[in-house]
């Protein structure tokens, strides 16, 4: 019968010393990993808004409306099947040198400008007007691009 006793006492032993070290781990991932492992992440956003041949500065950084490739926008005055799309060439300088040229489109989302510029940094075009009407053919310089620039930024 003291045997039974030892091997119970051994068990409720194990049992205490599994919950103890449950509880520890459990406290380790709880508390000391998420407070490494936490970055801060923000966002500063610049809005431009450029007639073609304008420019945008944003902290040693521009960017240049230079034209309308192409647009192909179902003009508002139409029903369309499809809606269309208008591509814009932007030339991209670093303090005053031009380090590029990008093609964007009304309807991509975002555009990396991480190769240009040291950081995380992406371009998303906002709108561009005037939008189309048949009755109306739209002049080069009436053109203006409205644009967002997103830097984030990790802590």
Known sequence: MQELYITNSNRISRNYISIKSALLMAAFFLFI????????????EHYGKTYVGESFN???????????????????????????EAKILIEIFKNGNLVGEEIISTQSQNLSLTKFF????????????????????IKASDYQLQFKVTETIKN
Do not use: H, W
């Not at 990993?33 to 500063?44: K, R």
């Open 33 to 44: 990993i998420p407070a490494s492992a936490q970055e801060e992440i923000e966002d500063i």
């Open 58 to 84: 944003f902290g040693g950084k521009t960017i240049r409306f230079k034209e309308v490739l192409v647009d192909s926008r179902c003009p508002s005055d139409v029903t369309c099947i499809r809606a269309g």
């Open 118 to 137: 040291q950081g995380d940094f992406s371009l998303n075009a906002v709108a561009l007007s005037p939008y189309p009407k048949t009755s109306r053919k």
